[in-house]
């Protein structure tokens, strides 16, 4: 039991308790409330354009992100060539050489020529070389050739010719070899089908040079010719007597025949084939081969 009070009144509160205590808690948004006061309106989502802005901005910079790597990439990864654009280059590498390549890498001062077994009759045939005697200058197309020819030539577009005369292994034979270049591989077809077609001994003019043996080696000591298309370039070859002996008949002696063909076609082709040959493959700037 606890004494009572001096005021003989009832127990005393407890300590520590007040009278606040017993009244009800309320929170801080409710307290200062009135008894008819309306509840607080409900909390507000965001707004949806804020949404939109946020997701457009997110595609936008993920877009830009995807430009710049595929543009890396681009410049990164090797270049490549179409087909088209590899037959332009090889054409293109193969048309300047005319101009670019030295006289005595069109021109060598020795070329082989293969002398059939027929003509000796033998088992096999014979390895022989022709020697350059001389180097003329470029000339126009008409001026290099016969008028039949020059005309074929001039009417395709050709733009110059360039000559030189060789000397047979014996120094018998004289030969006059002419690289009609024309402006692209199909003007050389046509020209070179019109020539085939013409007289055999109207190809190209011949060369002579003095003191050599081909001092007298004019037009009118042709015998044969030969006519090959490499390219843009026809390649005509015109062989006779080295002495400058008018034409004479062809089955007068079957061994000059045969070696005068021998020779003519030999260097037609050899010529032919080197100047007329297709270049490596196009490489890219930086990349490999395309």
Same mark, same amino acid.
Not at 3 to 22: C, F, I, K, L, Y
Not at 34 to 49: C, I, L, V, Y
Not at 97 to 105: D, S
């Given at each position: ?31 200062? @409330? ?42 990164? @990864? ?36 293969? @002398?059939?077994?027929?003509? @000796? ?170």
């Amino acid at each position: 039991m606890r004494p009572g009070s001096p005021s003989g009144g009832g127990d005393p509160a407890p300590q520590g308790d007040t009278v606040a205590e017993d009244r009800p808690q309320l929170s801080p948004s409710v307290a200062g @409330l009135g008894p008819g006061a309306p509840p607080p309106p409900p909390a507000q989502p965001p707004a949806p354009w804020r949404y939109r802005l946020v997701v457009g901005c997110l595609v936008a910079a993920l877009a830009g992100m995807c430009f710049s790597v595929a543009e890396i990439a681009w410049h990164l @990864l090797p270049r490549t060539f179409s087909p088209a654009q590899q037959q332009q280059i090889t054409g293109w590498e193969i048309g300047k050489r005319w101009r670019t390549w030295p006289a005595g890498q069109i021109f060598p001062a020795a070329i082989p020529y293969q @002398l059939p077994a027929t003509a @000796l009759a033998s088992a096999s045939g014979v390895r022989l070389d022709a020697h350059r005697i001389g180097i003329a200058p470029q000339a126009s197309c008409r001026s290099a050739a016969g008028p039949a020819a020059g005309q074929v030539l001039a009417q395709h577009g050709c733009l110059a010719v360039l000559r030189a005369t060789y000397a047979d292994s014996t120094g018998a034979f004289a030969i006059t070899v002419g690289i009609a270049v024309l402006p692209g591989p199909g003007q050389a077809s046509r020209s070179f089908q019109a020539l085939a077609a013409g007289p055999p001994s109207g190809g190209v003019s011949t060369v002579p040079f003095s003191h050599t043996l081909a001092a007298g080696f004019g037009n009118p000591a042709r015998q044969l010719s030969a006519t090959v298309r490499r390219g843009p370039y026809v390649i005509m070859s015109t062989v006779g007597y080295a002495d400058g002996r008018h034409h004479v008949r062809e089955s007068a002696d079957p061994y000059d025949k045969a070696e005068m063909l021998s020779v003519v076609q030999g260097i037609s082709a050899w010529i032919g084939s080197r100047i007329g040959a297709a270049p490596p493959a196009p490489h890219c700037p930086g990349g490999p081969a395309c």
